[in-house]
């Protein structure tokens, strides 16, 4: 008889996903992550989540964060806050193929460019980086961009003049 411990073996765990559309942290049924990393939810596991005004519930699954919709779309997000990534002025941030986007709230991208990092928008501006890259956390825990090149842009992802003094 052959001793399972010597067969070499990588076993992953799915991992289960966590309401965050209620007052109690809960795990959602009929949901998880999939060893690739993909979301896997049923229909009825969509149908029970309180979506809100803009027709989004969100998720935690493992360290990920997800906004989803009830027809199924959804989006892994930035954390934020130990939350999802918020929407502002109507844009959340993805991090997607190692780049950070800005999508709307239909969970599509609001225009093509990707940066390295990116800052929400405020008042119709976010400022971007290339090159840059994370520093070392704080004793907190927070941690800053350094380095690269940074500029600002418009909700549609144009360069902006840097602002006059």
């Known amino acids: 008889m052959l001793s399972l411990g010597l067969l070499p073996a990588v076993v992953y765990a799915a991992e289960p996903c966590y309401r965050l559309d209620t007052s109690v942290f809960e795990v959602l ?25 803009d027709g989004l519930a969100a998720l935690l699954v493992g360290k990920q964060h997800y906004y989803l919709r009830a027809d199924g779309r ?19 941030r993805a991090r997607v193929d190692g780049q950070i986007g800005y999508y709307d709230t239909q969970l599509q991208p609001a225009f093509a460019s990707r940066f ?15 090159g840059c890259r994370p520093g ?4 907190d825990g927070h941690t800053s961009i350094v380095g690269g090149k940074h500029y600002r842009i418009d909700r549609q ?3 902006l003049p840097k602002p006059t003094p």
């Open 116 to 130: 390295d990092w990116g800052w929400p928008f405020q008042d119709g501006v976010a400022e971007v980086c290339q």
């Open 157 to 159: 992802g144009n360069r």
């Open 74 to 92: 959804h989006l892994a997000v930035i954390t934020y806050d130990n939350g999802p990534d918020y929407f502002e002025q109507g844009l959340t």
């Open 136 to 139: 070392k956390p704080d004793a």
């Open 29 to 53: 049924r009929d949901c998880q992550q999939d060893d690739a990393g993909r979301l896997e939810i049923s229909a009825s596991a969509l149908a029970s989540l309180h979506y809100d005004a």
